[in-house]
Structures are given as C-alpha cells and as structure tokens.
T-cell receptor
Framework: KAGVTQTPRYLIKTRGQQVTLSCSPISGHRSVSWYQQTPGQGLQFLFE???????NKGNFPGRFSGRQFSNSRSEMNVSTLELGDSALYLC??????????????FGPGTRLTVT | AQSVTQLDSQVPVFEEAPVELRCNYS??????LFWYVQYPNQGLQLLLK??????LVKGINGFEAEFNKSQTSFHLRKPSVHISDTAEYFCAVTLVVNTGNQFYFGTGTSLTVIP
C-alpha cells in the first residue's frame, strides 16, 4: 500500500496570507489527524477527522481549520498567517477499529515558512 | 491530565554501544504506549508499541522497550547502536475515549551515534 502523502512538501508564505495543506491517507484509513511540529513546542495535536467529521481538536486558535472529504483525503487551512505558524505540519492516518485502539501512520510533512 | 516526559533531550553514544532513551508518563487511566522515530526531513515511523500482555516489547531495527506500570515508564533500549540509528525519537501515549483516540507525544530525544 502507498503511504500517507502530503502536498506540498515545502511552502513559503507571507504574514497575513492563508495556506491550504493537503493529505492523502493510506487506502482504507478513515481517520486523519494533523499535528504541528516546532523545535520549541514539539509535536502538538491540531485535530482529527473521521468520516468527514471533526472528532477531536487540540488547543489552537480558530485560524486553524480542516476538513475531510468522502474519500478520506483531508485538507488543513491556516488563515492570516503569523510568523509563529512556521513549522512542519504532519498528517497521520489510522485504520480505525470500532471501540478499539488504532495506530497512526505519518506522512513526510509539509514544511511551512512564514516570512 | 495526561503527559509524556522524555528525560533526555540529547543522547550521544558511540557506535556499537548500548543505549537507553527514557520516557515517563502520567495518566489517571489505562494507556497504550508507543515509540516513534523521525529521520531528518521525514515523518514519524512507528518503532514499537505496548498494548497489553508482556511488558517487554520488541520493535523494528533491534529496538525494544519495557513497560513498567509502577514507575509509569516505557524506556527504549538497543544493545548495540548503528550510525543509521541517528534520529529523533518520540515516546507517545494513547488514550481510548468515546470520541476516538487521543494522542500525546513527548518532546523528543535526539540520538546521535558517534563513529
């Protein structure tokens, strides 16, 4: 099976702009989670989508939003970019099992630089 | 509240020497434990997982970890490291809740293998 893919891999934006990142999960995986990784804060959970619904959300401002499509692909949007949004954004997909535990499989990430 | 603490931010070790990367967690409920590895400019790769059963867990690339409930620890070990083990290692805790799984990551340990 192909792994989790993320596009684009690198992105440079200017403060105040908005950005959309894309994630294609492993075939058959219905859960997609997003993380922000920075040297200072480490890995921070943004949100999780399952069957087109946001199921869990981390502690990020409303400028960060996401959505999931019927084919499980997901997009993450950040509006009004700030310098502090510069980070590696990781997407992870999971083979959700009803009532059970599931593992996460990570994509290579999108490196966002805000200038 | 749940948290994951990786006690060492950087661990240098000589090639073919043993290594231990420490991880402690705090949780008021049962948890599932994972170790992930991240190579430069890549996403996270699952090394090993503890779900239940034997407290000694074996993973890929010769790594193993031991779950110690009384000490709330899940330390990662390898008896003989290789140059290719140089990477960032993350300990993670998963809680199964009615809305899905919640994931908490440590801040990471940078392992540098010295030739």
């Amino acid at each position: 099976k192909a792994g989790v893919t993320q596009t684009p891999r690198y992105l440079i934006k200017t403060r105040g702009q908005q950005v959309t990142l894309s994630c294609s999960p492993i075939s058959g995986h219905r859960s997609v989670s997003w993380y922000q990784q920075t040297p200072g804060q480490g890995l921070q959970f943004l949100f999780e989508y399952f069957s087109e619904t946001q199921r869990n959300k981390g502690n990020f401002p409303g400028r960060f939003s996401g959505r999931q499509f019927s084919n499980s692909r997901s997009e993450m949007n950040v509006s009004t970019l700030e310098l502090g949004d510069s980070a590696l954004y990781l997407c992870a997909s999971s083979p959700v099992r009803t009532g059970g535990l599931y593992e996460q499989y990570f994509g290579p990430g999108t490196r966002l630089t805000v200038t | 509240a749940q948290s994951v603490t990786q006690l060492d931010s950087q661990v240098p070790v000589f090639e073919e020497a043993p290594v231990e990367l420490r991880c402690n967690y705090s949780s008021s409920v049962s948890v599932y434990l994972f170790w992930y590895v991240q190579y430069p400019n890549q996403g996270l790769q699952l090394l090993l997982k503890y779900l239940s059963g034997s407290t000694l867990v074996k993973g890929i690339n010769g790594f193993e970890a031991e779950f110690n409930k009384s000490q709330t620890s899940f330390h990662l070990r390898k008896p003989s490291v290789h140059i290719s083990d140089t990477a960032e290692y993350f300990c993670a805790v998963t809680l199964v809740v009615n809305t899905g799984n919640q994931f908490y990551f440590g801040t990471g340990t940078s392992l540098t293998v010295i030739p």
